[in-house]
């Protein structure tokens, strides 16, 4: 019995020898290649001149020549495809590495709060992906900066930007504070923005679109604006049918107080699918907070934007 133990545990040692052997032949001949890391601080906004601007406000809308469409965004996210595989899904600034032994290509499309919502971030598919081609640098950075703008088939519909002086917003069921339009310092982009000033006892508004009730084609549809807002505020929609009782409105959802202009991405080809209309209105509704006496809600570039 000891002769075959000792021919068995010889024969062991034999095998693990081997297999160590092979494993740092393995080890040598395919050591990981070191990455080349990319930094992403934000995205660049350029001004498109592909995309076709309406005037939503005119009863038969009409293509807008000289309307400059606004290049603010609020991107938070990068979506990030190297070879058109997705490497990740990056909150900005962000360094992430990309392991290649060869020249690749990125792809960095835009991420955006789908309604405000940071858990539900989207490759937003109204601005166009980044497309970055580059040679490795095993162990360096690489910064670079993106750049989007719409897609050449998307449709922009101004619906109000208040430089014409005007709001286009009407008090709606008799609010005593409506829309009215300012200029100066609060001003977010070109001439005018709109506001909502708000004091007790007036201690909410609701404001809406029906002299210029706007039609949303079927398909992807979002409704951006700026805003800038020290009281929370809801945003809604209402479909019309002609000849028929319009229905109530619907608020799809509501945003919070918040500090200096920010960028509103609103999803509504959920709704329009469910309630069809000829037309919309849009409804905005501001109110103060508990122990508020006063505040205020600006606004700029409201559009719509389909494809």
């Known amino acids: 019995m000891s002769d075959i133990y000792q021919k068995i545990r010889n024969l062991i040692f034999v095998l693990l020898g081997c297999s160590l052997f092979w494993q740092g032949c393995n080890s040598t001949n395919s050591a990981t290649p070191v990455p080349t890391y990319i930094h992403i601080d934000s995205f660049h906004f350029a001004q498109s001149s592909l995309v076709h601007p309406y005037n939503l406000i005119a009863s038969t809308p009409t293509l807008l020549q000289q309307y400059t469409l606004t290049t603010s965004h609020q991107t938070n996210v990068a979506w990030v495809y190297y070879n ?60 670079h900066e993106p750049i989007t703008t719409y897609n050449s088939g998307d449709v922009i519909g101004l619906i109000a930007d208040f430089d014409n002086g005007k709001s286009n917003f009407g008090a709606w069921g008799g609010t005593p504070v409506s829309m009215g339009v300012i200029s100066g310092d609060s001003v977010f ?27 949303i084609p079927a398909g992807r549809a979002y409704i951006e604006f700026n805003y800038n807002s020290t009281v929370p505020f809801y945003i809604g929609l209402q ?35 469910s309630a069809q209309g000829t037309s919309y209105t849009l409804f905005i509704k501001a109110n103060l907070l508990p122990g508020q006496t006063s505040g205020r809600l600006l606004l700029d570039n409201i559009q719509l934007v389909t494809n």
């Open 189 to 215: 982009e070109g001439l005018h923005s709109g506001i909502i000033a708000l004091s007790t006892p007036n201690a909410d508004s609701t404001i809406d679109s029906s002299s210029f009730s706007f039609a």
């Open 84 to 143: 058109d595989n997705l490497i990740g899904i990056f909150d900005l600034p962000a360094t992430f590495p990309v392991t290649t032994t060869g020249a690749g290509v990125l792809k960095v499309f835009p991420g955006i709060a789908a309604d405000g919502e940071n858990n539900d971030i989207i490759n937003y598919l109204f601005n166009q992906a980044d497309t970055f081609t580059f040679v490795p640098q095993p162990g360096k950075t690489i910064v």
């Open 239 to 273: 479909a019309n049918l002609s000849n028929v009782i319009s229905s109530v409105p619907y608020y799809l959802t509501g945003v919070h107080a918040g500090t200096g202009w920010q960028k509103f991405y609103l999803e509504v080809d959920g709704f329009t699918a």
